[in-house]
């Protein structure tokens, strides 16, 4: 079966610090990968997707920037946060256009 | 543009059914999902219409009107669990499987 990771679960950083958010997929291979960023009380907004290694397509410009180094694995990150990265991040795995399946989340605060 | 319309909220009694539309933008449409997103939690996977008509999944069903650009999942004998965020979202062709999503509908179960 499939499951798909994120960590950390909870991040509390500083305005200006730098982030990386990772996320990684076992039990399939060539998956479409998914970042979306969820405001409290919001819908969920895409951030990037990638539909094979290196290849990135960025949804909303922005000081946040994907990477995709291997086949299951997604990396979001910023050299610089601001207030408004603050919200909580998931990352999301489906076979073409079928369904996505959702990883547990990482909860950003940037104070 | 692709603006995807469900109500904020909604409440309902433990025990009954109830229904919660969604109203889309019908040209490129591809699919429409449903997904369930408890407070704090990730969105897990609910139903996917792309034919038009009624998917019945156990307590839970979706229906498909692509003509109307309408969709709604109904939720029979509702239980206290069954209170969350149900999400609609849509693919459009050419879109490689991103997701479009409604703001979705907070749904209370009151006993």
């Known amino acids: 079966s499939q499951t798909i990771h994120q960590w950390p679960a909870t991040l509390v950083q500083p305005v200006g610090s730098p982030l990386s958010l990772e996320c990684t997929v076992e039990g399939t291979s060539n998956p479409n990968l998914y970042w979306y960023r969820q405001a409290a009380g919001r819908g969920l907004q895409l951030l990037f997707y990638?539909?094979?290694?290196?290849?990135i397509s960025s949804e909303v410009p922005q000081n946040l920037s994907a990477s995709r180094p291997q086949d299951r694995q997604f990396i979001l990150s910023s050299k610089k946060l601001l207030l408004s990265d603050s919200g909580f991040y998931l990352c999301?795995?489906?076979?073409?256009?079928?369904?996505?399946?959702f990883g547990p989340g990482t909860r950003l605060t940037v104070t | 543009g692709q603006n995807i319309d469900q109500p904020t909220e909604m409440t309902a009694t433990e025990g009954a059914i109830v229904q919660i539309n969604c109203t889309y933008q019908t040209s490129g449409f591809n699919g429409l999902f449903w997904y369930q997103q408890h407070a704090g939690e990730a969105p897990t996977f609910l139903s996917y219409n792309v034919l038009d008509g009624l998917e019945e999944k156990g307590r839970f069903s979706s229906f498909l009107s692509r003509s109307k650009g309408y969709s709604y999942l109904l939720l029979k004998e509702l239980q206290m669990k069954d209170s969350a965020s149900y999400l609609c979202?849509?693919?459009?062709?050419?879109?490689?499987?991103?997701?479009?999503f409604g703001q979705g509908t907070t749904l209370q179960v009151k006993p």
């Open positions: 979202a849509v693919t459009y062709s050419g879109n490689t499987g991103k997701l479009i």
């Open positions: 999301a795995w489906s076979r073409g256009t079928s369904e996505q399946y």
């Open positions: 990638s539909v094979g290694i290196g290849q």
